[in-house]
């Protein structure tokens, strides 16, 4: 059967076996390129970077140029949403993303969807640039914050180690965290469609903090919202594949494989390749999961590394790339290493050897 694309990503996530997976890396676009660097220090701030087309889109198109990879990200970022919803965001150097804090269930009034495409049109406007300007065979990945992960920013004003104040909501006034996390299933698949309408032709949902929840709170606040936002987007965009990155799902990535409708799952750096192998990949594509910081390690522990991975996925529908952001202190030698292995794989070679 012919596939529907030629395009490596579009072909993993339709289930298809590769003789090479197609590669792209989280974070691909930032401070471990001097040239993202460069960029980002021309621009007022890190907002005004993702809300400034010309720049987003030449950040965007860095990596690609550098080294090649399969798909390109969306330059953005996941807290757009709730500064399009009108909670106040800022990013301070050094210490990163913070937000004027939800404190009680009285503020959500304060959020509103009515301006959501007005504030965002900066971001459409870059994915329609992107589409004319990427060369023809690689993919453009949009994407956003899954609700939950978007959430314990807005009630925690920034990162946390503990994400006490959104567990408190949880567990304590589970209404009023529930119309927070209804409200961003809706302005998220409001962003992700308008996101594929200007030219996406893939979306990923990052639940980074997925892993902090035990079994029923992760079900109720992490696969229940991303199934919704995955259904709505198959009825309404249905060529657009989904990719779900539930970090620290564990277990639970099982039922996110039978149930949350997405066709490729991003795994974390700790799930084991094996178990990933035998219980998800008959069910969705797999994506990952090199330990960023093997990356900042090099050397022949990376070409291991990257071949354990390779061995144990790549006999499946299969999108390497890494189990968590790239870090800024990865050196541009070791992203090189990386492509020029995977690059030399045969998967049908090595069945045959
Ligand atoms: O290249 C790409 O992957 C596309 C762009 C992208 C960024 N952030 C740019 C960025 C993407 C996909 C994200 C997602 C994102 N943002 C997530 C989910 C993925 C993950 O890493 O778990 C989260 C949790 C955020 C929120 C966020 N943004 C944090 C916690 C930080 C600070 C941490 C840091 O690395 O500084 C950011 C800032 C940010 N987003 C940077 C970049 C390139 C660095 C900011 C800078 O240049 O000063």
């Known amino acids: 059967m012919k596939p529907a694309s030629d395009k490596l990503l579009l072909r993993a996530l339709a289930g298809e076996t590769l003789p090479r997976p197609p590669v792209w890396l989280m974070r691909q676009a930032g401070r471990y390129l001097p040239e993202y660097r460069a960029v980002r220090a021309e621009a007022d701030g890190f907002l005004d970077l993702c809300f400034t087309p010309d720049l987003a889109v030449e950040v965007t198109l860095q990596p690609i140029r550098r080294y090649g990879f399969d798909a390109s990200i969306l330059f953005s970022d ?3 949403v709730p500064h399009a919803l009108g909670q106040k965001v800022w ?24 301006g959501l495409h007005e504030a965002l049109a900066p971001v459409y406007e870059t994915v329609r640039r992107l589409r004319q300007d990427l060369p023809q065979e690689v993919t453009l990945i949009g994407f956003a914050g899954a609700p939950w992960t978007v959430a314990s920013y807005m009630l925690e004003g920034g990162s946390s ?13 589970a209404e009023d965290f529930q119309r927070l996390i209804d409200l961003l299933v809706e302005a998220t698949g409001d962003y992700l469609i308008a996101q594929i309408d200007a030219g996406v032709e893939v ?10 929840w035990p079994e029923a709170a992760l079900r109720r606040w992490c696969l229940e ?5 995955t259904a709505r987007l198959k009825k309404e965009r249905p060529d657009v594949p989904v990719i779900l990155f539930p970090r620290g799902a564990g277990l639970l ?8 409708g997405a066709a490729g799952l991003g795994l974390d ?7 990933a192998a035998r219980e998800l990949q008959s069910k969705v594509a797999v994506q990952g999961n090199l330990d960023p910081i093997m ?5 022949e522990q990376l070409d291991r590394a990257v071949d354990h991975i390779l061995t144990e996925l790549g006999q499946g529908p299969f999108i390497f790339n890494l189990g968590h952001g790239i870090v800024p202190e990865t050196p541009l030698e070791n992203v090189s290493r990386m492509m020029d292995r995977i690059h030399g794989w045969d998967a049908a070679a090595r069945r045959a050897g």
Do not use: C, H, M, N
Not at 163 to 170: E, P, R, Y
Not at 203 to 208: R, T
Not at 225 to 229: G, N, Q
Not at 295 to 299: I, K, P, T
């Open 78 to 80: 996941i807290l757009v």
């Open 91 to 114: 990013f301070e150097e050094g210490i990163g993303p913070r937000l004027e804090a939800i404190e009680k269930p009285a503020d959500l009034a304060g959020l509103s969807r009515d």
């Open 161 to 173: 180690k503990d994400f006490a104040a959104g567990k408190k909501w949880a567990y304590g006034a």
């Open 203 to 212: 979306v990923q949902i990052f639940d980074s903090w997925a892993g902090i």
């Open 225 to 229: 919202p991303v199934k919704a936002l």
């Open 253 to 260: 990535y099982r039922d996110f494989a039978l149930e949350s």
């Open 269 to 275: 750096t700790t799930l084991p390749l094996g178990w």
């Open 295 to 299: 990356l900042v390690a090099g050397g």
